[in-house]
């Protein structure tokens, strides 16, 4: 495989989502708005979970983690595609391109071992509640969290290692607002078949086998509140519906990209969009609208505030 020595290009042209200046500055006011929100709001739950200590259990020390991981993502494209609407000449050099692919799959691999994490949790809760405080302790929760970055580190490491001594001697656009790795791998100048299988298996594996485990998890989950009473299972099912939703939105357009990672289709340019600007929106929104413990917290410290002020 050649060095990067052979390599010729310096950098990479991205073509963005548009080219209408008009479409360009609405995207850049809705983008701007959905970013800052799920900064802000991520942030938010980080200091709504700090400060509470109601809030003071394993679920919420996943989640806050979780907003952790949200706040990274929003931030490894998303200010540079805003800046970008500005600039007619959207160009990144070969290492910015190289780090965007190995942040996304860093946040992208950790937010899947986090979810895991998150849904075995709520197993414990609900299928084995006498057993809780003694299996989901903090130090098992530190364990989960450094699992999922390790994962997440390595998973990314491992394409990375691959992509960057790839021979980029001709064509350097790329037809998205970052450097997404399917796309920069098809401007190789070299037959990348291989490369492609193997971005398909290692990215596959790691979305399916978390896939999985968090279908089966709920599935059990859900079974054991059906069999209970409706009042000691509502609030159990509250939780359950946030987690779910976030789920389902977070690996659908994850599992579409590995189903047809090198066949592109006009709609995916926008999926790319939801993937890497919107998803860290939803668990603000989702967590905070769902949850009534959250929502308590909220109302605590916007009250407290409030009369600080007054005073």
């Excluded at 340019?269 to 967590?287: A, D, E, M, Q, R």
Aim: hydrophobic content about 50%; overall charge neutral.
């Amino acid at each position: 495989m050649a060095n990067t020595n052979e390599s010729v290009v310096s950098e990479f042209v991205l073509l963005g989502l548009a080219k209408s200046w008009e479409l360009q500055l609405f995207f850049f006011a809705i983008f701007s708005l959905v970013y800052v929100t799920s900064v802000l709001g991520n942030i938010m739950i980080i200091v709504i979970i700090s400060s509470d200590s109601h809030l003071n259990s394993p679920m919420y020390f996943l989640l806050s983690n979780l907003s952790f991981i949200d706040i990274c993502q929003s931030n490894f494209a998303t200010p540079k595609m805003l800046l970008d609407f500005f600039v007619e000449h959207k160009t990144i050099s070969f290492e910015g391109c190289m780090a965007q692919i190995f942040l996304l799959h860093s946040f992208v691999g950790s937010e899947m071992m986090l979810l895991v994490a998150m849904a075995y949790d709520r197993f414990i809760a609900i299928c084995k509640p006498l057993h809780y405080s003694t299996i989901m302790n903090r130090r098992l929760c530190i364990i989960f969290v450094f699992i999922s970055w390790s994962v997440g580190i390595l998973h990314s490491a491992s394409h990375l290692a691959f992509t960057v001594d790839l021979p980029f001697c001709g064509p350097n656009e790329v037809d998205s607002f970052f450097c997404d790795l399917p796309l920069v791998i098809e401007l190789a100048c070299m037959d990348t078949y291989e490369m492609e299988i193997m971005t398909l298996t290692n990215s596959g594996l790691i979305s399916l086998g978390c896939f999985l485990a968090l279908i089966i998890s709920y599935t059990i989950i859900l079974i054991t509140v059906r069999r209970r009473s409706s009042s000691s299972s509502s609030k159990a099912l509250s939780t359950l519906t946030a987690h779910i939703t976030v789920v389902i939105l977070f690996f659908g357009p994850c599992i579409y990209f590995y189903i047809w990672p090198f066949s592109r289709f006009s709609v995916d340019k926008f999926l790319s969009v939801f993937y890497t600007v919107c998803t860290p929106l939803l668990n603000p929104i989702i967590y905070s609208l769902r949850n009534e413990d959250v929502k308590s917290a909220m109302r605590k410290l916007r009250n407290y505030h409030v009369n600080s002020w007054k005073n």
